[in-house]
């Protein structure tokens, strides 16, 4: 009986002390809570005596310039968006418990814009210029224990002007986090996973963990790898020991085998991990978690993509940074809006234009099922604007691009790396020696993706990245018309259109007719012959003159498979390069969808061609001029014909021919009622209705999802339409909107996807733009439910309930 006494109380001290060395483990600690914030310079704010209780309190994310007023004097110009920018403080004051002594704790940085430099209780830890790359700093020397407290102070530098072509924002904008391990640990981004060998039967798995002991002593260790299914079920296990010397790195290499993987791929992707346990004497000293996913895929100069062995046309948009409304604030739920938006649309790739992305933004591709090329730099040596990365080329482009990939490459959404966008050394001949300096960068850390770079000139002795030998993959931007020429004048090369289309549109508004291409400008330094209200036709009849109308590049792409896919520009309007327009222009024309987050007309092409879903989409509006000829499109699939009906009466059946994407149909306006039928051998697959409206008389309220996190950050984006009495959308209105708000939740962005709106996207009103604008909720932390209403001056107001949970 003793004995058997003795065995149960070693069992529980046993079990006592595994639950002790859990708590052991790596803490990963929220930083974003209760910084302060001022704008302006205050050199002083590095000491902890500082006296900072006047500066406001946020939490992080934050872009202070998406806050301000437009004007075209802001230093970054109508380009930058027209917003401020300058210099700004953020300091936070903390406390670490005794028992974080002799640990080691660091400070993680996804992003700040830009130029920032880091103080701990007045002690220099650096600077990065870069405004994209993430980098972390050991803050264990200088930090107090007990009661003390630390400041941490960041000092945000974006005065430099102006260092972008398009919208930057400023500030810490993206998470920040608080890392604490044991002086024997993973190191920052230690791991470094691969698959060589992958069918349906078996999938083999390599992982390299970086150690880091940072102790004075010399340390033996234990290491054990999992690889643990989508249902958190293991697969396969690897335990390695070693010896580790003291305050130094060692690379381990550990080796799995895995029996029928799921497969990852845009439709189905599967998604396992690895999580990696660092012991010391059998005590849990660090546990590491590495994404992973089996996939394997091939680039063929004359076959294209295909993705685990299928052919696959990339059908991929170019996304930049910013979410519209929040300015360059990463939100998670904010990406996810936007990529949901991008799949339903038939979109299964995403390029991330022209710099370092969030984390958020790869973690979301992973789970959703895009492919992913990520892009280090818009330029290298020679400047594009005054002040952008070319002052800091010299010095740091070599740890930013390191910095970039080790983040990167474990991702297995990313396929394809790219070390530049529009480069301009493609042009002379230090384009060869720095292209072959970062592709050997780059294939130091990653050899198991390409290198591309999204090139401009397609005459290949006049293009020196080109010549360099050095990419796997030639990226090319635009050049449509030029296709037919790529296979014999890059003769086996594997090539994917980098960049695509360029096209205009604002939501919403019709120029006729339609069938009327124009290009901007129309012809070297001429003006663009626009409209007074700095708008452009929703009909897709207008593009840059470097590019193409959507119409015109898909049939390009589509039709030769020895293009790989392509990146239309844009996915979604964005602040900034308000091209063809003069200031208060100041957002971008060139997205499928407004910056808002409101589909195009042109969305739904894509969706016909692009996705399984069936799709019948007429436009435009149904309220003209009596006996005005209205150019009717209808964009549609899976079926033979479209008929149109006037008030009942048949306008006559439309079929594509050859590869025309739309049909069309030219209708002496009558108000009334426009319907659409498309039919598949006779029978009806879709009907749609468009109806004259009306007087406004009411709002209508649409959120994108009921319920909301109480966790500060979980956002619910509530589209306002503005009606008659017969629930018509009014496509004129242009009312303003006043919001309310209670409970749990706080207003924090509105937006009608008006590309020369003034209006501030920090505000509780809003005017209506072609019927439509929106507001943007945001958790408060209060466990409570939250009452939005929607109130315009001759118009029924409007009132919903967001529910609120943990």
Same mark, same amino acid.
């Given at each position: 009986?003793?004995?058997? /006494? ?70 970054? &110009? ?116 691969? +698959? ?29 790898? +999992? ?5 958190? /079920? ?12 003291? !305050? ?49 895929? !091939? ?82 040596? &020679? ?56 592709? !050997? ?32 993959? /030639? ?93 239309i520009w844009t996915g979604f309007d964005y602040i900034g390069e308000p091209i063809p327009y003069p200031y208060p222009a100041r957002s971008s024309y060139f997205g499928i969808v407004d910056l808002a987050g409101f589909p195009k007309d042109v969305y739904y092409m894509y969706q016909s061609e692009w996705s399984k879903k069936d799709v019948l989409h007429i436009f435009p509006h149904w309220n003209w001029e009596a006996g005005q000829t209205v150019d009717v499109w209808a964009y549609y699939n899976n079926a033979d014909e479209v008929e149109l009906f006037l008030n009942g009466t048949s306008l006559g059946k439309k079929s594509k021919e050859n590869d025309d994407l739309h049909v069309m149909w030219q209708v002496p306006f009558e108000a009334g009622t426009l319907k659409a039928v498309s039919r598949k051998n006779g029978t009806t697959v879709l009907e749609k209705e468009i109806h004259t409206a009306f007087e406004a008389t009411k709002l ?107």
């Amino acid at each position: 009986m003793k004995q058997w /006494l003795l065995i149960l109380s070693s069992f529980l001290i046993l079990c006592f002390s595994c639950k002790q060395d859990e708590k052991r483990a790596r803490i990963v600690e929220d930083f974003n809570f209760n910084w302060q914030f001022q704008l302006g310079d205050f050199p002083k704010a590095v000491d902890s005596t500082f006296k900072s209780d006047d500066w406001r309190t946020l939490n992080l994310p934050h872009d202070w310039s998406i806050e301000g007023d437009f004007s075209e004097e802001h230093p970054a &110009k109508p380009e930058g968006g027209a917003l401020p920018t300058g210099v700004a403080w953020y300091r936070k004051t903390f406390k670490l418990s005794e028992t974080n002594k002799n640990k080691i704790i660091s400070i993680e940085f996804d992003g700040v814009y830009r130029k920032s430099e880091v103080w701990i209780n007045g002690h220099y830890l650096g600077i990065r210029p870069n405004g994209y790359i993430s980098f972390a700093y050991d803050l264990s020397d200088h930090l107090n224990f007990g009661n003390a407290t630390n400041v941490i102070a960041v000092k945000v530098d974006n005065s430099e002007q102006p260092n972008s072509r398009w919208y930057s924002g400023s500030g810490i904008y993206r998470n920040v986090r608080l890392v604490t391990t044991e002086k024997l640990h993973v190191a920052h981004w230690g791991t470094y996973v691969t +698959t060589p060998e992958i069918s349906t039967e078996k999938g083999t798995v390599n992982l390299e963990v970086t150690l880091q002991n940072d102790s004075e002593i010399k340390k033996q260790f234990k290491l054990v790898s +999992t690889i643990l299914n989508a249902e958190n /079920l293991e697969v396969a296990s690897v335990t390695s020991e070693g010896e580790i010397a003291k !305050n130094s790195l060692a690379v381990n290499n550990q080796n799995f085998e895995v029996l029928n993987p799921n497969l990852w791929d845009t439709e189905n992707p599967y998604l396992y991990k690895i999580v990696t346990k660092v012991f010391e004497n059998d005590h849990l000293v660090d546990d590491y978690e590495t994404p992973l996913g089996f996939r394997f895929f !091939n680039f063929d100069a004359e076959k294209g993509f295909s993705l685990n062995g299928k052919p696959t046309k990339m059908r991929g948009v170019c996304l930049h940074h910013d979410n519209g409304a929040l300015g360059a604030v990463a939100n998670y739920e904010a990406i996810k809006r936007k990529l949901q938006i991008m799949k339903d649309m038939g979109v299964n790739a995403i390029r991330v234009s022209h710099n370092p992305s969030s984390l958020e933004l790869l973690e979301l591709c992973d789970d959703m099922g895009f492919i992913v090329q990520v892009e280090a730099f818009d330029v290298w040596k &020679k400047k594009k604007v005054k002040a952008d990365y070319n002052l800091y080329w010299d010095e740091w482009h070599e740890q930013d691009l390191k910095d970039f990939v080790k983040r990167d490459r474990n991702f297995p959404s990313v396929m394809m790396w790219s070390i530049g966008n529009e480069i301009r050394e493609q042009f002379d001949s230090t384009g060869v020696s720095i292209t072959k300096k970062l592709v !050997n960068i780059v294939k130091s850390l990653d050899k198991t993706r390409p290198v591309t770079c999204a090139l401009t000139e397609n005459v290949p002795e006049k293009n020196f990245i080109y010549q360099s030998e050095a990419l796997d993959l /030639l990226g090319f931007n635009y050049k449509h018309a030029d296709y037919d020429s790529f296979p014999k004048n890059f003769k086996g090369q594997k090539i994917i259109a980098s960049e695509s289309v360029s096209a205009l549109e604002t939501r919403g508004h019709y120029d006729l007719p339609s069938t009327e291409i124009k290009r901007w400008p129309p012809a070297h330094n001429q003006p663009f012959d626009g409209n007074d209200d700095l708008t452009v036709s929703a009909y897709d009849q207008v593009s840059a003159y470097w590019g193409a109308t959507h119409e015109e590049s898909w049939k390009a792409v589509k039709a030769r498979d020895y293009i790989a896919g392509t990146f239309i520009w844009t996915g979604f309007d964005y602040i900034g390069e308000p091209i063809p327009y003069p200031y208060p222009a100041r957002s971008s024309y060139f997205g499928i969808v407004d910056l808002a987050g409101f589909p195009k007309d042109v969305y739904y092409m894509y969706q016909s061609e692009w996705s399984k879903k069936d799709v019948l989409h007429i436009f435009p509006h149904w309220n003209w001029e009596a006996g005005q000829t209205v150019d009717v499109w209808a964009y549609y699939n899976n079926a033979d014909e479209v008929e149109l009906f006037l008030n009942g009466t048949s306008l006559g059946k439309k079929s594509k021919e050859n590869d025309d994407l739309h049909v069309m149909w030219q209708v002496p306006f009558e108000a009334g009622t426009l319907k659409a039928v498309s039919r598949k051998n006779g029978t009806t697959v879709l009907e749609k209705e468009i109806h004259t409206a009306f007087e406004a008389t009411k709002l209508e309220l649409e959120p994108h999802k009921t319920t909301i996190k109480n966790d500060y950050y979980d956002l619910v984006y509530v589209a306002v339409n503005v009606l008659d009495e017969g629930n018509n959308l009014v496509p004129n209105a242009d009312n303003l909107i006043e919001f309310e708000v209670s409970g749990g939740g706080k207003i924090v962005g509105v937006d009608n996807g008006y590309q020369a709106s003034l209006e501030p996207f920090k505000a509780n009103y809003r005017k209506a733009y072609n019927g439509k604008c929106l507001v943007i909720i945001q958790s408060n932390g209060k466990l409570e439910n939250i009452e939005l209403t929607a109130i315009s001056n001759g118009l029924t107001s409007k009132s919903i309930t967001i529910n609120t949970s943990n």
